[in-house]
């Protein structure tokens, strides 16, 4: 309910020191009500809204039971943008069925919404979930470290340069990752994936067009 969405962000905003509020939600969350309140917010104090999209790929978003479509995420940027909010997409590579062209394809259409920011996940394959389940089953393949690096790069080349990199990959709980293990090597990653981009005397937004 709005009112409670509002007694949470106005304990949040009132807090001695704060300057900003950032919320993480989805895109089908977003109604006339709640976009009020966030409009408000945002005349308060600096405030910018994390949608997950993980894919352009609806059919990526069927296996994954994501709930909602792109059609719906689209809606949701241009609602926020309407509003001048500020709005930062999550993107998930590695998906179940997803090639490296679709993968690039998720970036490139992030690329040109016009967001603000992005954050690069790669996906972890948790304990206990139906995700481990379809890696045991041969429905999922983990991504290679060298793979995801070179794929990160790929799509930071056709990022725009004024879009802020909200993050690169992360982390899982060790005691509860079943996989990529290499994935817990935080720093490593991105070291390799800054190395990289030095070796190819590239930079995000290069190739953007």
């Given amino acids: 309910p709005v009112e409670e969405l509002r007694r949470k962000y106005e304990e949040a905003i009132n807090k001695e020191g704060v300057v900003a509020l950032a919320i993480g939600t989805r895109p089908d969350c977003i109604n006339e009500e709640v976009l009020d309140l966030l409009e408000e917010m945002n005349k308060k104090v600096y405030t910018w809204v994390e949608l997950g999209l993980q894919t352009i790929h609806d059919s990526t978003s069927k296996i994954i039971n994501r709930g909602h479509d792109y ?34 394809e998720t970036a490139k259409a992030v690329g040109k919404m016009g967001v603000d920011g992005i954050k690069i996940h790669l996906l972890h394959v948790i304990k206990d979930t139906p995700m481990e389940k379809m890696l045991q089953n041969g429905m999922l393949t983990l991504m290679e470290q060298d793979e995801y690096i070179n794929l990160v790069c790929d799509q930071l080349e056709i990022l725009p340069e004024t879009m802020i990199i909200h ?11 079943v996989g990529p293990i290499w994935s817990l090597k935080k720093w490593e990653i991105l070291n390799q994936i800054d190395d990289t981009l030095k070796a190819r005397n590239s930079y995000q937004g290069c190739k953007f067009v």
């Fill in 71 to 104: 059609k719906t995420f689209v809606e949701g940027v241009e609602k926020l943008k309407s509003k001048n909010i500020k709005v930062v997409v999550h993107i998930i590579n590695g998906l179940p069925g997803e090639d490296y062209n679709m993968m690039v």
């Fill in 167 to 177: 993050r690169l990959t992360g982390d899982g709980k060790r005691d509860e990752l």
